[in-house]
Each structure stands twice: as structure tokens, then as C-alpha cells.
């Protein structure tokens, strides 16, 4: 009877596995020009009276080559959302104390300003007039200032000399660049010598004033997307603000929070110490606090953020998080001061949570769904707003209840289109990695799937290293579109992934082509012997920044897969060492500098590998930008040079205008037709 039984159970489940991945024959696979017309929204910033969320709206423009950008309007009880601004440069709304006005950022005419508008729309008009623009605006509470940052240079007084020199640097017929420092480039910059100052400006107009005079530098530092970097008091006489004053930022990580008086009669104020990052300060309604994240490891930019507190009487900083074992992102007070609600990933998603501003509180998690990376609490406090995105989804713009119930989808810019196109989940799968660790695959399968058939695989790889394959919608590697030719996609997320604790994060510094590696091998058996639709002999992979180093790594340590696309992967550790910016990153990860470890460059090194058994076989596509600091395109000449010169069958493409990301529509269209015209060329 036990075995009639199983035998039933084996066919239901069978039946039940068939039923969820019937697939709609109406439905088309995704394409690129599909996924080039998605609308990006970002950044919801709910009105003081609760019924309204101002949001930002990107669409890529393919003939233009660049992403139109207004700022869009939507009630928080729902109904058909409306477009504030045509500027066509417009980000960032914030919304004036009273509700009347929306501040943004426009690059209406050529230099981005700050600008308001009326809520219910009319001509913007601009607020600041600087020849070296604005960014980060931020209204004081009692509505009359408004706060800025902008770039100049830090021994001019006023705009005019700013603007003098500027002239006087454009109309030079030399272009030289001289420097006696390092960090004298960065990401996709070369530094000008200019510094971010802040700035405060009557919010009716005048003449801004600088409350960092003649600082040598930057408010804030240079960030990938984090918290408010500026904060006003409730009662508009003081800004908190985040700054890094080490000598030398090339080796530092550092960031510490300093507080300003707006009459600009004293110097600013250091109210942190810690020789790690602090980053992002939100004062308490009642004034009594000041919230930031913190790392404590200096030197280490993946160190886990934890959330801060910091008592403004007493001077005492209390640690909110330090059992939970994940990254604080992004956090926001509670109306009454007792409570904090923040984002943190967690396992491939990014919940939600709350936790009380006292010691040994924990956190909870209010809205434990999906991943939702940005958010803003009503000044009520009933109501959360926040992005929510799925790899089926890109972002749009949700609203629930301060206790997590009655979740809502708010925003359908891309709902209509969505409904056309034949895209599959994320279907999560574990397994036993190197030392017997817990791993964490994701796996896309392509449109119009049938088990009966074998499919391909393309193994992706992330870069970071610390960083993760997460349940979210991504425009420069799209597991969807990468699926859509007929191929299986499986992500994993090996040591020194993020969200599953700072011990597995850490666990892939000094070890780059150690464990990890171990991980994603483990990972593609696992899946290979899983699921019987994938084809195991006809397996790529492919991967950009440290995931381009894992197929430069892979291409020498196993011939298993039939081609391979590496993006901006470092190539040669010690070469790299002395042509990128971030020095912090190289000096900890490699435990040193190539000439006081050189043991741990060559031990990690692709290049070292190009000859004996290494010997490349594998077909590889090598793609990198010019405009690439981070990890300098050289490093892709060099490996496509070994490549050629062993006669692999490979091909290079070069960016003149692109940095470590693709990010111009016709770039990107470039560089996926390239993408996967290699994968068919191996695969089909």
C-alpha cells in the first residue's frame, strides 16, 4: 500500500511540476528592444500628508542614445499615475515640508540645477544658478532652505571664480594632466581638482553659502548608491553630513559624520571616530538621535553595515544590529522616534524590517516579500512606500501598511508590455559547496520550456566580488534575455556572496580562485544532475568584474565548458595594482601590495596560469570600456593578447565611452548581440 502511495505522490508531484511551468503560447520570448523600452522607476518619496508618491522614471531612448528622466506622481490609494515633469533630465523629487512644492534635479540647461514645481504641476522653475551645478538637494524641516552639494574648486570664494577657472581650463590648447597624489582618477573620471562642498540656499532663491569653505574634501565621498548623505536637524539649525579627511582616500575607506551649524560660525564638528566607514545620517523627529550605518574594519569596503544610533546628549554611539548577521541598506525613523525600519538583503532578496531604537533590541521583519530596495515611511507612520522587483518584474512602486499588511502594487509602467512576454521565476535551489558550506543557486529557465528536451546552460558569474545574483530585474546582465535564445540560466551565489552572513562574505578574500571556485563547480554538477532538461556537455559561462576574473580563472583551470565572455575581469593582479584607483580593495584582498605579498598576486593571477596545463583551449570573449579606472581595459588587451597568441578562437570588444558598466541603449544593444551571437556560435 506504502508503495501504491509513493507511486501516486511521484505522479502528482510530476503533474503538479508540468502544470507550473505550462507556458502560455501566446507569450514571446523577451528581446532586447523589450527590454531597452522597460521604464525605470526609482527613488518614491511619499508627501507630508500621506496621499501622494512622487517617483523618478527613466526610459532609455535608443536613437538618442541616452535615458529620458521625469519625475511621475501617483496616489497612495491607487489609480492611473501621473507625469510631473517633461524635462526629459528630471531626478530626485522631494517634496517641501508643506506639500506645495516638489524640489528635483534637472540638467534642463546643460548643468544639473536644482528646480521646484508645484504639486500640481505648472513650469519649473530653477532654484540654483552655479556654473558647477547642484545634486543631493534636501529641504530643511521648517521649509526654508534648501541644502546641496556641489563640485569647486576649494580655494575659490565665490561662483565667479569658479567659473573663471573652468573658462580658463576649456579655452586652454593644453590638456595635460599633473599630479602629485594618488586617487587622481576614479571609476570614469580624472580628478580636476575640484571637491564637493555643501552648500545651503534660501528655498525662495539668492545666493547660496558654502558651510565647507576652502575643505579639501568631499561632501559626501564617493558612493555606489546609499543613504541620504546629508541630513538636517528637525529644528533647521544643524546639518549632519559624511566625509572622508584621510590624507590619503586611495588606502582609505574611512567616512566619519560631522555636524555644521547652518550660521556657518564655526567649523564643522566630528561626531564619529571609528577608523571604518560611517555613512548616512537620519535625525530622530524628536531631535534626541542620529541614526548611520557603520563599518568597523577600515580598509575593508565589504565589512558588514550595521545600524548605529547616536545619543546627540550623552555622545554615546549604540550598536541596533550587531546580532543580526546581514547588511544594513537603506533606513528611516518612525514618526514617534521609537522605531527604525531598514532594508537588508537577505538570501537573494531584500526584506523590510523594524526594530527598536534601544540596546539589545531585534529586528523584525515587516514586509518579508520579494526584494524591495528603496522605501519612505508616511509621516504618520501608517504607511510604507517602496520599489519592489522580481527577475520577472523590474521596479515599481509599491505601498503597504506600517505592520506589513495590505501589500499593493501602486505603479504598471511596464505591466502592459510584461503581459506579452514569456518570462519564468527564479526557481531557488541549495547545495553542499567547498567545506561542506550551504550554497545558494538561482535558475531561470528559457521561454516556451519543455522538460522533455535538453536545453544549454550559461553559468553566470557575479562580480563584486561581494555581491550577489538576486530575486531582482537587472538591465546590464538580464538573466531573462539571456534565457530567451533557449538556454538554461543558473546563477550561484558562492563564498563572498552577500546575504548569508559576513563569515561567507569574508570567506572569498585572499582566496579568489579557492573555494569560490570549488562553489560554482559544485553548483553546476548539482544543477546538471538536478534537473535532467540541461544538456551537460554543452555548458558556457560568463561573468564582468570579479566574475570576468572567474572566467579568466576558469579558462585555464577546466575545459568542461564550450565557451566563455569575460567582461572587465582583472587579468594580472600585480599589472592591475598599479593602474586602478581603489588601492583599499587590492591592498585587502591580496593581503598587501604586489611588492610585500607577491606570493598571494601571482597565486591569484589568471595570467600566471597561460602556460603548461593552463594552456587556454577554451573559445573566449573578451569585453571591457576605456573609460574603465576600476579595472582598466589593459587588463582585457591582456588577456585577449594570450588568448590570440595560443591561437583560441576569440574575439575583443572595446568601448571607447563606457566605464566598468555598459550603460549608453546603443552600447548595450551592441554588446548583447555580441553576447549572445557568442553563446550561439558554442551552443547551438
Known amino acids: 500500500m506504502?508503495?501504491?502511495?509513493?507511486?501516486?505522490?511521484?505522479?502528482?508531484?510530476?503533474?503538479?511540476?508540468?502544470?507550473?511551468?505550462?507556458?502560455?503560447?501566446?507569450?514571446?520570448?523577451?528581446?532586447?528592444?523589450?527590454?531597452?523600452?522597460?521604464?525605470?522607476?526609482?527613488?518614491?518619496?511619499?508627501?507630508?500628508?500621506?496621499?501622494?508618491?512622487?517617483?523618478?522614471?527613466?526610459?532609455?531612448?535608443?536613437?538618442?542614445?541616452?535615458?529620458?528622466?521625469?519625475v511621475w506622481l501617483v496616489a497612495v490609494a491607487?489609480?492611473?499615475?501621473?507625469?510631473?515633469?517633461?524635462?526629459?533630465?528630471?531626478?530626485?523629487?522631494?517634496?517641501?515640508?508643506?506639500?506645495?512644492?516638489?524640489?528635483?534635479?534637472?540638467?534642463?540647461?546643460?548643468?544639473?540645477?536644482?528646480?521646484?514645481?508645484?504639486?500640481?504641476?505648472?513650469?519649473?522653475?530653477?532654484?540654483?544658478?552655479?556654473?558647477?551645478?547642484?545634486?543631493?538637494?534636501?529641504?530643511?524641516?521648517?521649509?526654508?532652505w534648501m541644502a546641496?552639494?556641489?563640485?569647486?574648486?576649494?580655494?575659490?570664494?565665490?561662483?565667479?571664480?569658479n567659473s573663471k577657472r573652468d573658462a580658463e581650463r576649456e579655452k586652454s590648447k593644453v590638456k595635460a594632466r599633473i599630479y602629485d597624489h594618488l586617487l587622481y582618477r576614479h571609476w570614469t573620471a580624472w580628478s580636476d581638482g575640484k571637491r564637493s562642498h555643501l552648500f545651503i540656499v534660501s528655498a525662495e532663491g539668492g545666493a547660496p553659502r558654502d558651510l565647507?569653505?576652502?575643505?579639501?574634501?568631499?561632501?559626501?565621498?564617493?558612493?555606489?548608491?546609499?543613504?541620504?548623505?546629508?541630513?538636517?536637524?528637525?529644528?533647521?539649525?544643524?546639518?549632519?553630513?559624511t566625509a572622508n579627511t584621510d590624507k590619503d582616500e586611495a588606502i582609505s575607506t574611512n567616512g566619519d559624520l560631522f555636524t555644521v551649524s547652518l550660521s556657518g560660525d564655526a567649523a564643522p564638528k566630528r561626531i564619529t571616530t571609528n577608523p571604518g566607514d560611517d555613512w548616512g545620517p537620519a535625525y530622530s523627529p524628536d531631535g534626541r538621535w542620529i541614526a548611520y550605518h557603520a563599518q568597523f574594519t577600515p580598509g575593508y569596503e565589504s565589512d558588514r553595515w550595521r545600524l548605529m544610533i547616536y545619543d546627540r546628549s550623552a555622545g554615546r554611539h549604540i550598536k541596533l544590529t550587531e546580532d543580526l548577521d546581514l547588511w544594513v541598506d537603506s533606513y528611516a525613523w518612525a514618526p514617534d522616534s521609537k522605531t527604525i525600519f531598514f532594508t537588508a538583503e537577505d538570501q537573494a532578496e531584500e526584506p523590510i524590517f523594524a526594530i527598536a531604537a534601544e540596546p539589545g533590541s531585534?529586528?523584525?521583519?515587516?514586509?518579508?516579500?520579494?526584494?524591495?530596495?528603496?522605501?519612505?515611511?508616511?509621516?504618520?507612520?501608517?504607511?510604507?512606500?517602496?520599489?519592489?522587483?522580481t527577475l520577472t518584474m523590474p521596479a515599481e512602486v509599491f505601498a503597504a501598511n506600517s505592520d506589513g499588511g495590505n501589500v499593493r502594487q501602486l505603479t504598471h509602467h511596464n505591466t502592459a508590455r510584461l503581459a506579452a512576454l514569456d518570462l519564468s521565476p527564479a526557481e531557488p535551489f541549495w547545495f553542499e559547496g567547498a567545506e561542506s558550506a550551504r550554497v545558494e543557486g538561482l535558475l531561470v529557465r528559457p521561454p516556451h520550456f519543455d522538460a522533455s528536451k535538453k536545453y544549454p546552460m550559461l553559468l553566470?558569474?557575479?562580480?563584486?566580488?561581494q555581491g550577489a545574483w538576486d530575486d531582482d530585474w537587472g538591465y546590464r546582465w538580464n538573466p531573462e534575455v539571456m534565457a530567451a535564445p533557449g538556454y538554461v540560466v543558473v546563477m550561484i551565489n558562492p563564498r563572498g556572496s552577500t546575504g548569508y552572513g559576513q563569515t561567507f562574505t569574508a570567506d572569498i578574500s585572499g582566496?579568489?580562485?579557492?573555494?569560490?571556485?570549488?562553489?560554482?563547480?559544485?553548483?553546476?554538477?548539482?544543477?546538471?544532475?538536478?534537473?535532467?532538461?540541461?544538456?551537460?556537455?554543452?555548458?558556457?559561462?560568463?561573468?564582468?568584474?570579479?566574475?570576468?576574473?572567474?572566467?579568466?580563472?576558469?579558462?585555464?583551470?577546466?575545459?568542461?565548458?564550450?565557451?566563455?565572455?569575460?567582461?572587465?575581469?582583472?587579468?594580472?593582479?600585480?599589472?592591475?595594482?598599479?593602474?586602478?584607483?581603489?588601492l583599499w580593495f587590492e591592498d585587502w584582498e591580496y593581503r598587501g601590495a604586489p611588492w610585500t605579498n607577491p606570493l598571494k598576486y601571482e597565486q591569484w593571477s589568471p595570467a600566471k596560469f597561460a602556460a603548461g596545463l593552463g594552456k587556454y583551449k577554451t573559445p573566449t570573449l573578451v569585453i571591457g570600456g576605456e573609460l574603465d579606472f576600476r579595472v582598466p581595459y589593459t587588463q582585457d588587451l591582456e588577456f585577449f593578447t594570450a588568448l590570440q597568441r595560443q591561437d583560441v578562437p576569440s574575439k575583443l570588444l572595446i568601448f571607447p565611452d563606457e566605464g566598468h558598466w555598459v550603460l549608453k541603449p546603443q552600447n548595450s544593444e551592441l554588446?548583447?548581440?555580441?553576447?549572445?551571437?557568442?553563446?550561439?556560435?558554442?551552443l547551438k
Open 460 to 465: 553566470l558569474v557575479h562580480g563584486g566580488p
Open 212 to 241: 565647507t569653505p576652502g575643505a579639501n574634501y568631499d561632501v559626501p565621498p564617493f558612493n555606489l548608491g546609499a543613504p541620504e548623505a546629508i541630513a538636517f536637524s528637525p529644528d533647521s539649525k544643524e546639518i549632519c553630513f
Open 362 to 389: 531585534v529586528a523584525r521583519k515587516i514586509v518579508a516579500d520579494s526584494f524591495n530596495p528603496e522605501f519612505a515611511v508616511s509621516p504618520d507612520g501608517s504607511t510604507l512606500v517602496f520599489t519592489r522587483t
Open 148 to 161: 546641496f552639494v556641489s563640485s569647486v574648486y576649494p580655494d575659490c570664494a565665490d561662483d565667479a571664480c
Open 671 to 682: 554588446w548583447y548581440k555580441t553576447f549572445l551571437d557568442w553563446l550561439a556560435t558554442y
Open 2 to 70: 506504502r508503495t501504491w502511495n509513493r507511486i501516486l505522490l511521484a505522479i502528482l508531484s510530476t503533474l503538479l511540476a508540468s502544470a507550473a511551468w505550462a507556458q502560455d503560447p501566446a507569450k514571446r520570448p523577451v528581446t532586447f528592444d523589450d527590454l531597452i523600452a522597460m521604464h525605470r522607476v526609482s527613488d518614491p518619496q511619499i508627501s507630508p500628508d500621506g496621499k501622494w508618491v512622487a517617483y523618478s522614471v527613466a526610459t532609455p531612448d535608443k536613437d538618442a542614445n541616452r535615458s529620458v528622466r521625469n
Open 78 to 144: 491607487g489609480g492611473e499615475s501621473r507625469q510631473l515633469t517633461r524635462g526629459g533630465s528630471d531626478t530626485r523629487p522631494r517634496w517641501s515640508p508643506d506639500g506645495k512644492r516638489i524640489a528635483f534635479l534637472s540638467v534642463h540647461d546643460g548643468t544639473p540645477q536644482v528646480y521646484l514645481i508645484a504639486h500640481d504641476g505648472g513650469e519649473p522653475a530653477p532654484l540654483t544658478h552655479l556654473s558647477t551645478g547642484a545634486d543631493n538637494e534636501l529641504w530643511s524641516p521648517d521649509g526654508k
Open 511 to 582: 582566496d579568489w580562485g579557492g573555494k569560490v571556485f570549488f562553489d560554482l563547480m559544485k553548483g553546476v554538477d548539482f544543477a546538471i544532475e538536478k534537473y535532467p532538461f540541461i544538456d551537460g556537455t554543452r555548458l558556457a559561462a560568463a561573468g564582468g568584474s570579479y566574475g570576468g576574473f572567474m572566467i579568466d580563472w576558469i579558462a585555464t583551470h577546466t575545459g568542461r565548458f564550450k565557451c566563455l565572455i569575460s567582461h572587465a575581469g582583472p587579468y594580472d593582479a600585480a599589472s592591475m595594482y598599479g593602474a586602478t584607483e581603489e
